[in-house]
């Protein structure tokens, strides 16, 4: 594997899950429990989508087959994306969704974090500009995560069920392999592994008060980051994402 | 035809509107970063406020037009992402329009100062989002009246 094409895998990680989280969040438009919370998500989502067209933007220019951001993200199918499983899960009750949310954007910030020190100065500009939106993202879902944690019983029942589903999705964010190896030795980015100590104490702590109990087992579901097996719901939310641009393509307005 | 001084370019553009917040320019919000001319070239370069702000394109769409009724043909527009934009760069003129207008200025405390209807301190925030990506929905608890508060980034 060129550095290359290690580079665009590792823009695809990157953009791919903004896109794809950026996508699920949006389902919530018109639907969220309470107005401000719609309007929360919209804006979430919405920051996911522009960073998406940051990442893919970078990867279209690195993969160098005047692809743009627009046609990575709609002209692909499902075994080209490389979003971890996480992001791709449906969104399940609001109390799942603040939490993949919440365990998402922890990891998103310690990643983005380290970026700013990219050797690549177009990832850390970047990072900068994104870092500064996810900080606002983490506030939200961490405080979120804590209110309904330790709210009613019925608020605390549900986010501890959607903390043991979404738990052995966590695992695939600090998995390692060639393509990582090879942006740690190009200094671009950071070995994902490097970042469970960081993420452990900080999701443990807002857990922690929030009253849920983290799950023992450490087992890791894979296959997305490097589009192995992604689930079955991916392929379903292409369907309705892409539609347009396979219905008619080329569709501008 | 004589060249347009980039002087004369910034005064252009401090009569561009911000197209969600109308009572201020795009020059204000601080998100034109630089003006140059590049031979008979007029370069402008803009950075956006959040990543996915659907406003960016509209705005430059408005500069391109702006400068093209001042007769300015050759316009190359630039997006720069680095420094990325941080809302000390409001200029003092638009925080004070901001408040006019009832939106609150960004703090560094990270709340806003008072209510901008009636300048009570007694205010909570209701969300961290409001109607657009740059600002959070408060409410007074004096006048109770709700406002949105331009946030700090």
């Given at each position: 594997?060129?550095?290359?094409?290690?580079?665009?895998?590792?823009?695809?990680?990157?953009?791919?899950?903004?896109?794809?989280?950026?996508?699920?969040?949006?389902?919530?438009?018109?639907?969220?429990?309470?107005?401000?919370?719609?309007?929360?998500?919209?804006?979430?989502?919405?920051?996911?989508?522009?960073?998406?067209?940051?990442?893919?933007?970078?990867?279209?220019?690195v993969?160098?087959?005047?692809?743009?951001?627009d046609?990575?993200?709609f002209?692909?199918?499902?075994?080209?994306?490389r979003?971890?499983?996480?992001?791709?899960?449906?969104?399940?009750?609001?109390?799942?969704?603040?939490?993949?949310?919440?365990?998402?954007?922890?990891?998103?910030?310690?990643m983005?974090?380290?970026?700013?020190?990219?050797?690549?100065?177009?990832?850390?500009a970047?990072?900068?500009?994104?870092?500064?939106?996810?900080?606002?993202?983490l506030?939200?879902?961490?405080?979120?995560?804590?209110?309904?944690?330790d709210?009613?019983?019925?608020?605390?029942?549900?986010?501890?069920?959607?903390?043991?589903?979404?738990?052995?999705?966590?695992?695939?964010?600090?998995?390692?392999?060639?393509?990582?190896?090879?942006?740690?030795?190009?200094?671009?980015?950071?070995?994902?592994?490097?970042?469970r100590?960081?993420?452990?104490?900080?999701?443990?702590?807002?857990?922690?008060?929030?009253?849920?109990t983290?799950?023992?087992?450490?087992?890791?579901?894979?296959?997305?980051?490097?589009?192995?097996?992604?689930?079955?719901?991916?392929?379903h939310?292409?369907?309705?994402?892409?539609?347009?641009?396979?219905?008619?393509?080329?569709?501008?307005? | 035809?004589?060249?347009?001084?980039?002087?004369?370019?910034?005064?252009?553009?401090?009569?561009?509107?911000?197209?969600?917040?109308?009572?201020?320019?795009?020059?204000?919000?601080?998100?034109?970063?630089?003006?140059?001319?590049?031979?008979?070239?007029?370069?402008?370069?803009?950075?956006?406020?959040?990543?996915?702000?659907?406003?960016?394109?509209?705005?430059?769409?408005?500069?391109?037009?702006?400068?093209?009724?001042?007769?300015?043909?050759?316009?190359?527009?630039?997006?720069?992402?680095?420094?990325?934009?941080?809302?000390?760069?409001?200029?003092?003129?638009?925080?004070?329009?901001?408040?006019?207008?009832?939106?609150?200025?960004?703090?560094?405390?990270?709340g806003?100062?008072?209510?901008?209807?009636?300048?009570?301190?007694?205010?909570?925030?209701?969300?961290?989002?409001?109607?657009?990506?740059c600002?959070?929905?408060?409410?007074?608890?004096?006048?109770?009246?709700?406002?949105?508060?331009f946030?700090?980034?």
């Amino acid at each position: 594997m060129t550095r290359d094409e290690a580079f665009l895998q590792f823009l695809l990680r990157m953009g791919d899950n903004t896109l794809i989280l950026g996508h699920r969040v949006s389902e919530w438009c018109g639907h969220a429990p309470v107005l401000e919370e719609d309007i929360a998500l919209a804006n979430t989502a919405l920051d996911l989508i522009g960073q998406t067209q940051m990442w893919l933007g970078l990867a279209g220019e690195v993969q160098g087959e005047g692809k743009s951001a627009d046609d990575l993200a709609f002209l692909r199918d499902v075994w080209d994306f490389r979003n971890v499983l996480l992001v791709e899960v449906p969104n399940g009750d609001f109390g799942r969704t603040l939490m993949r949310q919440f365990l998402f954007d922890a990891w998103h910030s310690i990643m983005l974090g380290r970026l700013l020190k990219s050797s690549d100065e177009r990832v850390a500009a970047i990072a900068e500009k994104a870092s500064k939106e996810v900080a606002y993202h983490l506030e939200r879902s961490g405080d979120t995560v804590v209110g309904l944690g330790d709210g009613t019983e019925e608020s605390h029942k549900r986010m501890q069920e959607a903390l043991d589903y979404l738990w052995p999705y966590v695992g695939e964010m600090f998995a390692s392999d060639e393509v990582d190896a090879e942006m740690v030795a190009a200094g671009i980015a950071p070995d994902p592994t490097g970042l469970r100590e960081e993420y452990d104490a900080l999701v443990g702590k807002v857990l922690g008060e929030a009253t849920l109990t983290i799950p023992d087992s450490r087992f890791a579901h894979k296959g997305g980051r490097d589009g192995r097996m992604h689930t079955e719901h991916l392929g379903h939310l292409l369907t309705e994402m892409q539609w347009l641009q396979r219905a008619y393509p080329g569709a501008t307005w | 035809m004589t060249r347009a001084t980039v002087e004369q370019v910034w005064e252009w553009l401090d009569a561009v509107p911000d197209p969600e917040i109308p009572v201020i320019s795009v020059v204000d919000l601080g998100i034109v970063r630089d003006v140059a001319w590049e031979g008979d070239t007029l370069t402008v370069a803009v950075t956006p406020t959040y990543s996915g702000c659907p406003a960016t394109s509209v705005i430059s769409m408005d500069i391109e037009t702006a400068l093209r009724d001042h007769g300015i043909d050759k316009i190359k527009l630039e997006t720069r992402i680095s420094p990325a934009w941080t809302t000390d760069w409001l200029s003092e003129k638009g925080r004070a329009k901001l408040e006019e207008y009832g939106i609150a200025p960004p703090q560094p405390a990270g709340g806003p100062e008072r209510c901008p209807h009636c300048g009570s301190t007694a205010v909570e925030k209701v969300s961290q989002f409001g109607s657009t990506p740059c600002k959070a929905h408060w409410r007074c608890t004096d006048c109770l009246e709700p406002f949105d508060y331009f946030k700090c980034i």
